[in-house]
Protein backbone atom coordinates (compact mmCIF):
# COMPACT_ATOMS: atom_id res chain seq x y z
CA UNK A 1 0.00 0.00 0.00
CA UNK A 2 1.33 3.47 -0.78
CA UNK A 3 2.47 5.69 1.80
CA UNK A 4 0.89 9.42 1.41
CA UNK A 5 3.66 12.05 0.33
CA UNK A 6 5.71 13.27 3.18
CA UNK A 7 4.87 16.67 4.25
CA UNK A 8 6.33 19.26 6.74
CA UNK A 9 2.74 19.33 7.92
CA UNK A 10 0.93 16.82 10.21
CA UNK A 11 -2.66 15.06 9.04
CA UNK A 12 -5.21 16.94 11.32
CA UNK A 13 -7.03 13.54 10.95
CA UNK A 14 -7.72 10.63 9.33
CA UNK A 15 -9.91 11.93 6.75
CA UNK A 16 -6.82 13.68 5.64
CA UNK A 17 -5.18 10.80 5.62
CA UNK A 18 -7.62 8.63 3.81
CA UNK A 19 -7.73 11.22 1.38
CA UNK A 20 -4.09 11.83 0.45
CA UNK A 21 -3.94 8.10 0.21
CA UNK A 22 -6.63 8.08 -2.73
CA UNK A 23 -4.29 11.19 -3.99
CA UNK A 24 -1.42 9.32 -4.29
CA UNK A 25 -3.02 6.00 -5.70
CA UNK A 26 -4.35 8.58 -8.42
CA UNK A 27 -0.59 9.95 -9.15
CA UNK A 28 1.10 6.63 -9.05
CA UNK A 29 -1.55 5.34 -11.66
CA UNK A 30 0.73 5.85 -14.39
CA UNK A 31 3.48 4.07 -13.09
CA UNK A 32 1.47 0.96 -12.09
CA UNK A 33 -0.66 0.94 -15.54
CA UNK A 34 0.73 2.93 -18.01
CA UNK A 35 -1.45 5.97 -18.54
CA UNK A 36 -2.09 8.71 -16.03
CA UNK A 37 -5.54 9.42 -14.50
CA UNK A 38 -6.41 12.97 -14.20
CA UNK A 39 -8.96 14.29 -11.59
CA UNK A 40 -12.02 14.43 -14.38
CA UNK A 41 -10.91 11.19 -15.09
CA UNK A 42 -11.55 9.19 -11.82
CA UNK A 43 -14.75 11.46 -11.17
CA UNK A 44 -16.35 10.65 -13.84
CA UNK A 45 -15.44 6.86 -13.27
CA UNK A 46 -16.79 6.96 -9.92
CA UNK A 47 -19.93 9.54 -10.46
CA UNK A 48 -18.35 12.29 -8.50
CA UNK A 49 -17.61 15.98 -9.84
CA UNK A 50 -14.25 16.77 -9.82
CA UNK A 51 -14.55 19.42 -6.88
CA UNK A 52 -16.33 16.59 -4.66
CA UNK A 53 -13.31 14.31 -5.15
CA UNK A 54 -11.17 16.92 -4.87
CA UNK A 55 -12.55 17.85 -1.40
CA UNK A 56 -12.39 13.88 -0.56
CA UNK A 57 -8.64 13.97 -1.55
CA UNK A 58 -7.66 17.43 0.74
CA UNK A 59 -9.78 15.46 3.72
CA UNK A 60 -12.87 18.13 3.22
CA UNK A 61 -15.08 15.13 2.59
CA UNK A 62 -15.44 11.23 3.08
CA UNK A 63 -16.97 9.46 0.59
CA UNK A 64 -20.83 8.59 1.20
CA UNK A 65 -21.07 4.46 1.70
CA UNK A 66 -19.17 1.12 0.79
CA UNK A 67 -20.34 1.40 -2.25
CA UNK A 68 -18.65 4.55 -3.46
CA UNK A 69 -15.14 3.13 -1.79
CA UNK A 70 -15.36 0.32 -3.61
CA UNK A 71 -16.24 2.46 -7.16
CA UNK A 72 -12.85 4.25 -6.19
CA UNK A 73 -11.20 1.36 -5.02
CA UNK A 74 -11.90 -0.51 -8.73
CA UNK A 75 -10.99 2.77 -10.43
CA UNK A 76 -7.64 3.07 -9.06
CA UNK A 77 -6.90 -0.39 -9.10
CA UNK A 78 -6.12 -0.27 -5.89
CA UNK A 79 -6.54 -4.00 -5.43
CA UNK A 80 -8.91 -3.65 -1.95
CA UNK A 81 -6.77 -1.55 -0.25
CA UNK A 82 -9.30 1.71 0.23
CA UNK A 83 -11.75 -0.89 0.80
CA UNK A 84 -10.47 -3.15 4.07
CA UNK A 85 -9.30 0.65 5.17
CA UNK A 86 -12.73 1.92 4.70
CA UNK A 87 -14.87 0.57 7.89
CA UNK A 88 -12.31 2.12 10.78
CA UNK A 89 -12.48 5.67 8.42
CA UNK A 90 -15.92 5.77 8.63
CA UNK A 91 -16.20 5.83 12.01
CA UNK A 92 -13.48 8.19 12.86
CA UNK A 93 -12.67 9.80 10.04
CA UNK A 94 -12.66 13.41 11.51
CA UNK A 95 -11.00 12.45 14.86
CA UNK A 96 -7.89 14.43 15.84
CA UNK A 97 -4.71 12.76 15.76
CA UNK A 98 -3.10 14.23 18.17
CA UNK A 99 -5.73 13.25 20.93
CA UNK A 100 -5.23 9.56 19.17
CA UNK A 101 -1.53 9.72 19.47
CA UNK A 102 -1.40 10.58 23.50
CA UNK A 103 -4.16 7.60 24.04
CA UNK A 104 -2.07 4.76 21.88
CA UNK A 105 1.00 5.80 23.19
CA UNK A 106 -0.45 5.12 26.78
CA UNK A 107 -2.05 2.17 25.68
CA UNK A 108 1.23 0.44 24.55
CA UNK A 109 2.98 1.69 27.61
CA UNK A 110 0.33 -0.04 29.66
CA UNK A 111 0.17 -3.14 27.98
CA UNK A 112 3.84 -3.01 28.12
CA UNK A 113 3.59 -3.41 31.84
CA UNK A 114 0.37 -4.55 32.73
CA UNK A 115 -0.54 -6.91 30.01
CA UNK A 116 -4.40 -7.17 28.22
CA UNK A 117 -6.10 -5.22 31.34
CA UNK A 118 -4.54 -1.97 29.85
CA UNK A 119 -6.60 -2.72 26.69
CA UNK A 120 -8.92 0.04 26.14
CA UNK A 121 -12.80 -1.58 25.37
CA UNK A 122 -15.50 -0.38 23.14
CA UNK A 123 -15.38 2.92 21.65
CA UNK A 124 -12.00 3.40 23.14
CA UNK A 125 -10.90 -0.17 20.93
CA UNK A 126 -12.06 1.81 17.73
CA UNK A 127 -9.75 4.30 18.80
CA UNK A 128 -7.01 2.13 19.16
CA UNK A 129 -7.54 0.67 15.52
CA UNK A 130 -7.02 3.95 14.25
CA UNK A 131 -4.06 4.22 16.06
CA UNK A 132 -2.75 1.40 14.84
CA UNK A 133 -3.13 2.66 11.46
CA UNK A 134 -0.07 4.39 12.78
CA UNK A 135 1.64 1.12 11.09
CA UNK A 136 0.88 3.44 7.13
CA UNK A 137 3.25 6.37 8.44
CA UNK A 138 1.30 8.43 10.52
CA UNK A 139 3.19 8.36 13.52
CA UNK A 140 7.02 7.19 11.70
CA UNK A 141 8.33 9.17 14.83
CA UNK A 142 7.21 6.06 17.33
CA UNK A 143 9.52 2.84 16.90
CA UNK A 144 6.73 1.05 18.02
CA UNK A 145 4.98 1.38 14.67
CA UNK A 146 8.18 1.80 12.33
CA UNK A 147 7.63 -2.12 11.13
CA UNK A 148 4.06 -1.19 10.50
CA UNK A 149 2.86 -4.39 12.38
CA UNK A 150 -0.21 -2.99 14.23
CA UNK A 151 -1.80 -1.92 11.18
CA UNK A 152 -1.06 -5.60 9.53
CA UNK A 153 -2.98 -7.15 12.19
CA UNK A 154 -5.31 -4.73 12.37
CA UNK A 155 -6.22 -5.93 8.61
CA UNK A 156 -6.11 -9.04 9.80
CA UNK A 157 -9.05 -8.50 11.87
CA UNK A 158 -11.29 -6.57 9.37
CA UNK A 159 -10.19 -9.26 6.66
CA UNK A 160 -11.69 -11.68 9.54
CA UNK A 161 -8.34 -13.80 8.84
CA UNK A 162 -6.81 -12.90 12.66
CA UNK A 163 -7.74 -16.65 13.75
CA UNK A 164 -6.40 -18.51 10.93
CA UNK A 165 -3.03 -19.06 12.58
CA UNK A 166 -2.64 -22.15 14.41
CA UNK A 167 -1.40 -23.89 17.35
CA UNK A 168 1.26 -24.64 15.28
CA UNK A 169 1.89 -20.85 13.89
CA UNK A 170 2.31 -19.51 17.60
CA UNK A 171 4.95 -22.08 18.44
CA UNK A 172 7.05 -21.15 15.48
CA UNK A 173 6.34 -17.77 16.85
CA UNK A 174 7.69 -18.76 19.95
CA UNK A 175 11.04 -20.63 18.87
CA UNK A 176 11.30 -17.25 16.76
CA UNK A 177 11.33 -15.40 19.47
CA UNK A 178 13.99 -17.86 21.74
CA UNK A 179 15.91 -17.35 18.68
CA UNK A 180 15.89 -13.33 19.03
CA UNK A 181 16.11 -13.22 22.43
CA UNK A 182 19.70 -15.67 22.63
CA UNK A 183 21.18 -13.74 19.77
CA UNK A 184 19.60 -9.91 19.57
CA UNK A 185 19.89 -7.21 21.79
CA UNK A 186 16.63 -7.22 24.16
CA UNK A 187 15.84 -3.53 23.10
CA UNK A 188 15.20 -4.32 19.22
CA UNK A 189 13.11 -7.43 20.70
CA UNK A 190 10.69 -6.13 23.02
CA UNK A 191 8.15 -4.27 20.93
CA UNK A 192 7.57 -6.83 18.45
CA UNK A 193 7.12 -9.53 21.34
CA UNK A 194 4.20 -6.49 22.87
CA UNK A 195 2.41 -6.79 19.39
CA UNK A 196 2.18 -10.43 19.12
CA UNK A 197 1.27 -10.89 22.71
CA UNK A 198 -1.65 -8.51 21.98
CA UNK A 199 -2.91 -10.60 19.18
CA UNK A 200 -2.51 -13.45 20.15
CA UNK A 201 -4.89 -12.30 23.41
CA UNK A 202 -7.45 -11.11 21.27
CA UNK A 203 -7.63 -14.72 19.45
CA UNK A 204 -7.64 -16.15 22.70
CA UNK A 205 -10.41 -13.82 24.09
CA UNK A 206 -12.81 -14.86 20.67
CA UNK A 207 -12.42 -18.26 20.92
CA UNK A 208 -14.41 -21.13 22.94
CA UNK A 209 -12.35 -21.86 26.64
CA UNK A 210 -12.53 -25.51 25.44
CA UNK A 211 -9.99 -24.55 22.61
CA UNK A 212 -7.91 -22.10 24.26
CA UNK A 213 -5.88 -24.78 26.44
CA UNK A 214 -3.18 -24.52 23.47
CA UNK A 215 -2.74 -21.15 22.65
CA UNK A 216 -2.58 -20.43 26.82
CA UNK A 217 0.68 -22.56 26.56
CA UNK A 218 2.10 -20.29 23.68
CA UNK A 219 0.42 -17.35 25.95
CA UNK A 220 2.89 -18.53 28.91
CA UNK A 221 5.80 -19.33 26.57
CA UNK A 222 5.43 -15.72 24.83
CA UNK A 223 4.69 -13.97 28.55
CA UNK A 224 8.05 -15.54 29.73
CA UNK A 225 10.00 -14.64 26.77
CA UNK A 226 8.79 -11.18 27.39
CA UNK A 227 9.91 -11.54 31.33
CA UNK A 228 13.20 -12.63 29.86
CA UNK A 229 13.88 -9.42 28.01
CA UNK A 230 12.73 -7.12 30.60
CA UNK A 231 14.50 -8.67 32.63
CA UNK A 232 17.63 -8.07 30.40
CA UNK A 233 16.27 -4.72 30.47
CA UNK A 234 16.54 -4.17 34.13
CA UNK A 235 13.14 -3.67 34.41
CA UNK A 236 12.46 -5.84 37.37
CA UNK A 237 9.08 -5.16 38.49
CA UNK A 238 7.64 -5.40 34.87
CA UNK A 239 9.35 -8.39 34.59
CA UNK A 240 8.10 -9.79 37.91
CA UNK A 241 4.30 -8.82 36.79
CA UNK A 242 4.91 -10.69 33.40
CA UNK A 243 6.40 -14.09 35.47
CA UNK A 244 3.25 -13.94 37.16
CA UNK A 245 1.24 -13.72 33.92
CA UNK A 246 3.24 -16.86 32.58
CA UNK A 247 1.98 -18.64 35.54
CA UNK A 248 -1.55 -17.94 35.33
CA UNK A 249 -1.24 -18.62 31.45
CA UNK A 250 0.89 -22.23 31.79
CA UNK A 251 -2.08 -22.80 34.67
CA UNK A 252 -4.70 -22.07 32.35
CA UNK A 253 -3.15 -24.79 29.95
CA UNK A 254 -3.53 -27.51 32.03
CA UNK A 255 -0.01 -28.20 30.89
CA UNK A 256 1.76 -29.10 34.20
CA UNK A 257 5.38 -29.39 32.06
CA UNK A 258 4.68 -25.70 31.01
CA UNK A 259 3.80 -24.60 34.78
CA UNK A 260 7.40 -26.45 35.98
CA UNK A 261 8.78 -24.84 33.18
CA UNK A 262 8.08 -20.72 33.95
CA UNK A 263 8.55 -21.72 37.13
CA UNK A 264 12.02 -23.18 36.58
CA UNK A 265 12.93 -20.24 33.87
CA UNK A 266 11.20 -18.08 36.37
CA UNK A 267 13.99 -18.87 39.11
CA UNK A 268 16.77 -18.76 37.26
CA UNK A 269 16.42 -15.07 35.99
CA UNK A 270 15.40 -14.24 39.23
CA UNK A 271 18.58 -14.94 40.06
CA UNK A 272 19.41 -11.67 38.16
CA UNK A 273 16.87 -9.56 39.66
CA UNK A 274 16.85 -7.79 43.36
CA UNK A 275 14.85 -10.95 44.85
CA UNK A 276 16.91 -12.29 47.13
CA UNK A 277 18.57 -16.10 46.95
CA UNK A 278 16.25 -17.76 48.96
CA UNK A 279 13.07 -16.28 46.94
CA UNK A 280 15.05 -18.29 44.41
CA UNK A 281 14.89 -21.66 46.02
CA UNK A 282 11.27 -21.19 46.73
CA UNK A 283 10.48 -21.06 43.40
CA UNK A 284 12.50 -23.53 42.06
CA UNK A 285 11.11 -25.68 44.84
CA UNK A 286 7.37 -24.74 43.67
CA UNK A 287 8.34 -26.53 39.87
CA UNK A 288 10.30 -29.37 41.37
CA UNK A 289 7.12 -30.43 43.21
CA UNK A 290 4.87 -30.05 40.39
CA UNK A 291 7.41 -32.15 37.86
CA UNK A 292 7.26 -34.81 40.30
CA UNK A 293 9.72 -37.29 39.01
CA UNK A 294 8.90 -36.70 35.56
CA UNK A 295 12.24 -35.16 34.20
CA UNK A 296 11.71 -32.06 31.84
CA UNK A 297 13.44 -28.97 30.82
CA UNK A 298 11.52 -27.09 33.45
CA UNK A 299 12.92 -29.63 36.49
CA UNK A 300 16.21 -29.37 35.16
CA UNK A 301 16.25 -24.92 35.35
CA UNK A 302 14.70 -25.14 38.47
CA UNK A 303 17.60 -27.99 39.91
CA UNK A 304 20.29 -25.48 37.99
CA UNK A 305 18.55 -22.55 39.63
CA UNK A 306 18.96 -24.47 43.07
CA UNK A 307 22.19 -24.86 42.72
CA UNK A 308 23.14 -21.26 41.59
CA UNK A 309 21.61 -19.85 44.73
CA UNK A 310 23.20 -21.81 47.01
CA UNK A 311 26.47 -21.13 45.23
CA UNK A 312 25.93 -17.21 45.84
CA UNK A 313 24.88 -17.68 49.27
CA UNK A 314 28.05 -19.58 50.16
CA UNK A 315 26.55 -22.85 50.64
CA UNK A 316 29.15 -24.75 48.48
CA UNK A 317 28.57 -27.96 49.44
CA UNK A 318 24.48 -27.68 48.97
CA UNK A 319 25.23 -25.93 45.46
CA UNK A 320 27.67 -28.89 44.30
CA UNK A 321 24.98 -31.33 45.68
CA UNK A 322 22.57 -30.14 43.24
CA UNK A 323 25.46 -30.22 40.69
CA UNK A 324 25.57 -33.23 40.73
CA UNK A 325 22.02 -33.73 40.66
CA UNK A 326 21.37 -31.82 37.96
CA UNK A 327 24.22 -33.73 35.21
CA UNK A 328 22.25 -36.97 36.51
CA UNK A 329 18.75 -35.72 35.36
CA UNK A 330 20.31 -33.85 32.17
CA UNK A 331 21.93 -37.29 31.33
CA UNK A 332 18.10 -39.01 31.07
CA UNK A 333 16.03 -38.80 28.68
CA UNK A 334 14.48 -35.52 28.79
CA UNK A 335 10.31 -35.65 28.02
CA UNK A 336 7.89 -33.33 27.08
CA UNK A 337 8.31 -29.94 24.88
CA UNK A 338 12.04 -28.59 25.36
CA UNK A 339 11.17 -24.65 25.17
CA UNK A 340 14.51 -24.26 23.60
CA UNK A 341 16.45 -26.16 26.13
CA UNK A 342 20.05 -26.36 25.24
CA UNK A 343 22.90 -29.15 26.85
CA UNK A 344 25.19 -26.06 26.89
CA UNK A 345 23.08 -24.71 30.33
CA UNK A 346 24.60 -27.34 32.03
CA UNK A 347 28.14 -26.23 31.89
CA UNK A 348 26.76 -22.68 32.57
CA UNK A 349 25.93 -23.73 36.09
CA UNK A 350 28.75 -25.92 36.08
CA UNK A 351 30.77 -22.61 35.41
CA UNK A 352 28.53 -20.53 37.92
CA UNK A 353 28.84 -22.86 41.21
CA UNK A 354 33.06 -23.73 40.27
CA UNK A 355 33.55 -19.97 40.40
CA UNK A 356 31.49 -19.33 43.17
CA UNK A 357 33.42 -21.93 45.29
CA UNK A 358 37.20 -20.44 43.92
CA UNK A 359 37.70 -22.76 41.22
CA UNK A 360 38.46 -20.90 38.22
CA UNK A 361 40.71 -23.42 36.67
CA UNK A 362 38.17 -26.01 37.15
CA UNK A 363 35.42 -23.95 35.66
CA UNK A 364 37.08 -23.30 32.63
CA UNK A 365 36.48 -26.28 30.95
CA UNK A 366 32.99 -25.32 31.16
CA UNK A 367 33.16 -22.35 29.90
CA UNK A 368 34.78 -23.40 26.93
CA UNK A 369 32.34 -26.03 26.90
CA UNK A 370 29.65 -23.51 26.31
CA UNK A 371 31.25 -21.72 24.28
CA UNK A 372 31.94 -24.55 21.47
CA UNK A 373 28.22 -25.63 21.51
CA UNK A 374 25.60 -22.45 22.10
CA UNK A 375 25.68 -19.12 19.93
CA UNK A 376 23.90 -16.74 22.33
CA UNK A 377 26.12 -14.29 23.74
CA UNK A 378 24.46 -13.97 27.00
CA UNK A 379 25.42 -17.48 28.53
CA UNK A 380 28.73 -16.75 25.85
CA UNK A 381 29.77 -13.67 28.17
CA UNK A 382 28.90 -14.56 31.36
CA UNK A 383 31.03 -17.71 31.81
CA UNK A 384 33.89 -15.00 31.09
CA UNK A 385 32.85 -13.27 33.76
CA UNK A 386 32.33 -16.52 35.65
CA UNK A 387 36.11 -16.84 35.26
CA UNK A 388 36.63 -13.52 36.87
CA UNK A 389 34.75 -14.33 39.76
CA UNK A 390 36.63 -17.31 40.59
CA UNK A 391 40.09 -15.82 40.49
CA UNK A 392 38.39 -12.46 42.49
CA UNK A 393 37.64 -15.46 45.22
CA UNK A 394 41.11 -16.70 44.69
CA UNK A 395 42.40 -13.25 45.75
CA UNK A 396 43.71 -11.57 42.79
CA UNK A 397 41.43 -8.89 42.75
CA UNK A 398 42.91 -6.69 40.56
CA UNK A 399 43.48 -9.24 37.86
CA UNK A 400 39.73 -10.09 38.56
CA UNK A 401 38.56 -6.90 37.62
CA UNK A 402 41.18 -6.03 34.64
CA UNK A 403 39.62 -9.54 33.12
CA UNK A 404 35.92 -8.06 34.12
CA UNK A 405 36.28 -4.65 32.55
CA UNK A 406 38.20 -6.38 28.99
CA UNK A 407 34.76 -8.58 28.52
CA UNK A 408 32.39 -5.82 29.18
CA UNK A 409 34.41 -3.74 27.08
CA UNK A 410 34.73 -5.80 24.28
CA UNK A 411 30.97 -5.99 23.89
CA UNK A 412 29.00 -3.87 21.89
CA UNK A 413 26.96 -1.54 24.01
CA UNK A 414 23.74 -2.39 22.72
CA UNK A 415 24.26 -6.26 23.82
CA UNK A 416 25.18 -4.99 27.63
CA UNK A 417 22.18 -6.33 29.18
CA UNK A 418 21.46 -6.09 32.34
CA UNK A 419 21.92 -9.31 33.48
CA UNK A 420 25.25 -9.53 32.00
CA UNK A 421 26.02 -6.41 34.00
CA UNK A 422 24.85 -8.12 37.45
CA UNK A 423 27.21 -10.85 36.73
CA UNK A 424 29.97 -7.92 36.18
CA UNK A 425 29.48 -6.37 39.22
CA UNK A 426 29.48 -9.81 41.01
CA UNK A 427 33.51 -9.75 40.46
CA UNK A 428 33.41 -6.62 42.77
CA UNK A 429 31.75 -8.08 45.51
CA UNK A 430 34.73 -10.74 45.31
CA UNK A 431 36.82 -7.84 46.74
CA UNK A 432 36.74 -6.77 50.20
CA UNK A 433 35.50 -3.24 51.16
CA UNK A 434 38.97 -1.78 52.48
CA UNK A 435 40.97 -3.09 49.46
CA UNK A 436 38.57 -1.66 46.86
CA UNK A 437 40.44 1.88 46.89
CA UNK A 438 44.19 0.91 46.33
CA UNK A 439 43.39 -1.36 43.11
CA UNK A 440 44.93 -0.01 39.88
CA UNK A 441 41.79 -1.47 37.87
CA UNK A 442 38.96 -0.07 39.79
CA UNK A 443 38.59 2.93 37.72
CA UNK A 444 38.35 1.18 34.28
CA UNK A 445 36.29 -1.35 35.79
CA UNK A 446 33.87 1.22 37.07
CA UNK A 447 33.90 2.90 33.86
CA UNK A 448 33.13 0.05 31.62
CA UNK A 449 30.49 -1.14 33.94
CA UNK A 450 28.67 2.33 34.11
CA UNK A 451 27.94 2.28 30.72
CA UNK A 452 24.72 0.49 30.46
CA UNK A 453 21.93 -1.43 27.89
CA UNK A 454 19.91 0.78 25.78
CA UNK A 455 16.78 0.54 27.25
Not at 27 to 54: F, H, I, K, N, W
Not at 166 to 184: G, I, K, N, P, S
Amino acid sequence: MPAPRKSTDRYKSMAHYFGALIRDLRDSYELRVGEPLTVAQLAARTGYSPSMLGAIERGQNLPESGVRIQAIDDALRAEGQLKVLWPVVQRLGHCTLDELASATNRTIAGYREYGSSALPQGDDMERRQLFQLAGLGLFAQSPLFNAGEPVRQMLERVLNTADSLTVDDWQRTCADYLHAVLTRPPATVRDDLVLDLAALQQVIARIPPERAADLQRAAAWLSALHANVLTRLGEYGAARRWWTTARHAADSSGDTDMKVWVRGTEAVFALYSPRAPEAVLTLARSARSLAGDRVTTGHIKAVSAEAQAFAVLGRQQEARDRLRHLQELAARDVVGEKYGWQPSEVWFTISWVLSHDGAPEAGREARDRLLAMSPAYQNGTNVRLHEAIGIGKQGGHNEALQLATQVIAGLDPAYRSQMILHTARMVLDTVPLEKRAALPALGDYRAAISASAPN
